[in-house]
């Protein structure tokens, strides 16, 4: 079955702190996204990676794929208000489906 | 390039109405796809096109849910007899795809929100 698990699904923590959003999968890809959706808006792209090892980064968040272990991390760093959203990551399988995790709904506290 | 656009934004619908919605498609990208989103969950794949041809649809898509895309342009997903639970947000994304630098990369829409009373 193919899955794609986020933990943790809600994150609250304060301006400033570092922290790090989970992404497993269930079935062999190459092939990881990320993105943002703010409340009531659409999905905004942040990552591709596309390699195993593959590493992106862009402002406080950066992201790694590791795909032996079938894992990718968004890591959060000196969290700011602005980045309270809900990311959710997904993985293209084979075919060309992409299956959505649950998404985590961060919450940046000053 | 002004984005994926989708209309309407907002549809409130009545019991067993049949409901229409437009994605217009970043204009170059060749492979356009629908999703379902509820309260609380990632999106859920529904279908995508390649071009004008309709390439793979969701098990969760039942017989009231069509979708067109004629001439490889926009497309239109149609419920029929629509039912309380279909109550979602209805995001179309598109995508560029078969070439060295496209890398899948989806472009969403604004999405539809669709209320069934």
């Known amino acids: 079955e193919l899955k794609v698990e986020q933990n943790p699904l809600f994150l609250s923590m304060q301006e400033g702190k570092n922290y790090t959003i989970y992404c497993n999968y269930s079935?062999?890809?190459?092939?990881l996204y990320w993105y943002r959706q703010d409340p009531g808006k659409s999905l905004e792209s942040l990552f591709v990676?596309?390699?195993?090892?593959a590493v992106k980064q862009e402002g406080r968040l950066m992201a790694s794929l590791d795909t032996k272990a079938r894992l990718s991390t968004l890591h959060i760093t000196a969290a700011v208000h602005d980045l309270s959203a809900t990311y959710f990551c997904?993985?293209?399988?084979?075919?060309?489906?992409?299956?959505f995790g649950t998404g985590t709904s961060l919450t940046v506290i000053p | 390039d002004t984005g994926v656009s989708q209309n309407p934004r907002h549809k409130i619908t009545k019991r067993g109405q049949n409901v229409t919605f437009r994605c217009d498609p970043i204009s170059e990208h060749n492979r356009l796809y629908w999703y379902r989103q509820t309260l609380g969950q990632g999106p859920e794949f529904l279908t995508y096109f390649q071009n004008e041809a309709q390439l793979e649809k969701s098990r969760l898509l039942s017989d009231r849910f069509s979708a067109e895309r004629p001439k490889g342009s926009f497309s239109t997903l149609e419920i029929q007899r629509t039912e309380q639970g279909d109550s979602a947000m209805y995001l179309c994304?598109?995508?560029?795809?078969?070439?060295?630098?496209?890398?899948?990369?989806?472009?969403f829409g604004p999405g539809t929100r669709l209320t069934v009373l």
């Open positions: 079935t062999t890809s190459d092939r």
């Open positions: 994304a598109s995508t560029q795809s078969g070439t060295r630098f496209s890398y899948n990369e989806q472009f």
């Open positions: 997904a993985v293209l399988f084979t075919g060309n489906q992409f299956y």
């Open positions: 990676l596309l390699s195993n090892g």
